[in-house]
Nanobody
Framework: EVQLVESGGGLVQAGGSLRLSCAASGFSFDDYAIGWFRQAPGKEREGVSC????????YYEDSVKGRFTIFSDIIKNTVYLQMNSLKPEDTAIYYCAADQDLITLAAGQGDYWGQGTQVTVSS
């Protein structure tokens, strides 16, 4: 059974940092692109960052460039999102997703999704 489990969310002050984790089971990162998405109250879900299965393609949404970093630990089958210099507008539920096709994943149509973790940034 394929599972994605996010963790690491919480409440942080503006300017602070959080590291989100997405632990995968039931498949190998070697075969799947992994991405982070977020949905704020009253807004549509948006892509934050994606990394290809070979880790040679990495995408960041413009508003997080220079502040967020996506990276993976193949041994732990876990993908991380390091979030620095957090802003109140980063407040959202963050989801990780996986798909064998990076383009499909980046379009928000990944095959597998986690349950989400709440990130709240206070001003």
């Amino acid at each position: 059974e394929v599972q994605l489990v996010e963790s690491g969310g919480g409440l942080v002050q503006a300017g602070g940092s959080l590291r989100l984790s997405c632990a995968a089971s039931g498949f190998s990162f070697d075969d799947y692109a992994i991405g982070w998405f977020r949905q704020a109250p009253g807004k549509e879900r948006e892509g934050v960052s994606c990394i290809s299965s070979s880790e040679d393609i990495i995408y960041y949404e413009d508003s997080v460039k220079g502040r967020f970093t996506i990276f993976s630990d193949i041994i732990k089958n876990t993908v991380y999102l390091q979030m620095n210099s957090l802003k109140p507008e980063d407040t959202a539920i963050y989801y990780c997703a996986a798909d064998q096709d990076l383009i499909t994943l980046a379009a928000g149509q990944g095959d597998y999704w986690g349950q989400g973790t709440q990130v709240t940034v206070s001003s």
